[in-house]
């Protein structure tokens, strides 16, 4: 450990704790019985899974974590693809039309989604998107591809340009150049990518409880907000379903996670 690790030490811990406080919280509660009223910091001294065996039931979780399963898979997979096409013409030829391109991708970036939830709200009635797998994914991948692009466009400029003209030298296509050549080197940040998308999408609320409102079609986060109410709030469901939820994602962060910060600091610096 150096000197500069141990002078920031303690911020390191007191930042740690404030972040698994809530983990511990989650956990303690899930594991609780209805009946039991011992202070939330208290772990139990019994395993009561009847918690997570009831919202699964009474939430309908099977058919909430299918409907994720299909919106995150295929949003993620839409908006990998289509930033990684889109990158990688913006970022080989800057071209005034290029440049305008990106910039405009870019300025995206800092419009609120909440300030245009009225009219699409009314596109979604018009187009027949409401309740929709079809309809949410395309929102989802439109709101998600200027960050993409963003990170795609900053990671190919590090790319040699010595490597396009060797592989068009042995007789690729611009095409098969980008496909045999461009994208094994994208590794890096499409773990980012990734990562950054799945974890919005999986945890959407936002949009979902606006635009998936038929209960066979509510994502979880939807599904665990109706046991939140004026009359009835059961916190021991909804911690066990929200432990529940957390673990698909988590895996996916845990497996990438070593190519986070170097897809992120390559993508962010160029960009």
Same mark, same amino acid.
């Given at each position: 450990?150096?000197?500069?690790?141990r002078k920031f030490l303690p911020l390191i811990f007191i930042?740690? =704790?404030?972040?698994? *406080?809530?983990?511990? &919280?989650?956990?303690?509660?899930? !594991?609780?019985? $209805?009946?039991?009223?011992? @202070?939330?910091?208290?772990?139990?001294?019994?395993?009561?899974?009847?918690?997570?065996?009831?919202?699964?039931?009474?939430?309908?979780?099977?058919?909430?974590?299918?409907?994720?399963?299909?919106?995150?898979?295929?949003?993620?997979?839409?908006?990998?693809?289509?930033?990684?096409?889109?990158?990688?013409?913006?970022?080989?030829?800057?071209?005034?039309?290029?440049?305008?391109?990106?910039?405009?991708?870019?300025?995206?970036? =800092?419009?609120?989604? *909440?300030?245009?939830? &009225?009219?699409?709200?009314?596109? !979604?009635?018009? $187009?027949?998107?409401?309740? @929709?797998?079809?309809?949410?994914?395309?929102?989802?991948?439109?709101?998600?591809?200027?960050?993409?692009?963003?990170?795609?466009?900053?990671?190919?400029?590090?790319?040699?340009?010595?490597?396009?003209?060797?592989?068009?030298?042995?007789?690729?296509?611009?095409?098969?150049?980008?496909?045999?050549?461009?994208?094994?080197?994208?590794?890096?940040?499409?773990?980012?990518?990734?990562?950054?998308?799945?974890?919005?999408?999986?945890?959407?609320?936002?949009?979902?409880?606006?635009?998936?409102?038929?209960?066979?079609?509510?994502?979880?986060?939807?599904?665990? @907000?109706?046991?939140?109410?004026?009359?009835?709030?059961?916190?021991?469901?909804?911690?066990?379903?929200?432990?529940?939820?957390?673990?698909?994602?988590?895996?996916?962060?845990?497996?990438?996670?070593?190519?986070?910060?170097?897809?992120?600091?390559?993508?962010?610096?160029?960009?």
């Amino acid at each position: 450990m150096n000197k500069t690790t141990r002078k920031f030490l303690p911020l390191i811990f007191i930042i740690s =704790i404030f972040h698994i *406080l809530p983990f511990y &919280v989650l956990i303690t509660t899930s !594991f609780k019985a $209805v009946d039991d009223v011992s @202070s939330k910091w208290v772990f139990p001294g019994y395993w009561y899974i009847d918690n997570f065996i009831n919202v699964w039931k009474g939430a309908n979780l099977g058919q909430a974590f299918f409907n994720n399963i299909i919106i995150t898979v295929v949003s993620v997979l839409l908006t990998v693809v289509l930033g990684a096409f889109a990158a990688y013409p913006l970022a080989r030829y800057k071209t005034r039309l290029n440049r305008f391109m990106y910039t405009l991708f870019i300025s995206v970036l =800092i419009v609120p989604p *909440l300030t245009i939830l &009225v009219p699409l709200y009314k596109m !979604f009635v018009d $187009v027949g998107a409401m309740n @929709s797998n079809w309809g949410i994914i395309l929102l989802h991948v439109t709101f998600h591809l200027p960050m993409t692009i963003f990170l795609f466009t900053g990671f190919i400029g590090t790319i040699p340009r010595e490597l396009d003209e060797a592989a068009m030298i042995d007789g690729c296509t611009r095409l098969s150049l980008f496909v045999k050549v461009i994208i094994p080197l994208l590794k890096p940040v499409t773990a980012t990518v990734v990562i950054l998308a799945s974890v919005g999408i999986w945890n959407d609320y936002q949009f979902s409880v606006f635009f998936l409102s038929d209960p066979d079609a509510r994502t979880i986060t939807v599904s665990l @907000s109706s046991f939140f109410g004026q009359y009835n709030n059961n916190i021991g469901w909804v911690a066990a379903g929200s432990l529940t939820a957390a673990l698909p994602i988590t895996i996916v962060y845990l497996f990438l996670q070593r190519y986070f910060i170097t897809g992120l600091s390559a993508g962010g610096v160029k960009g």
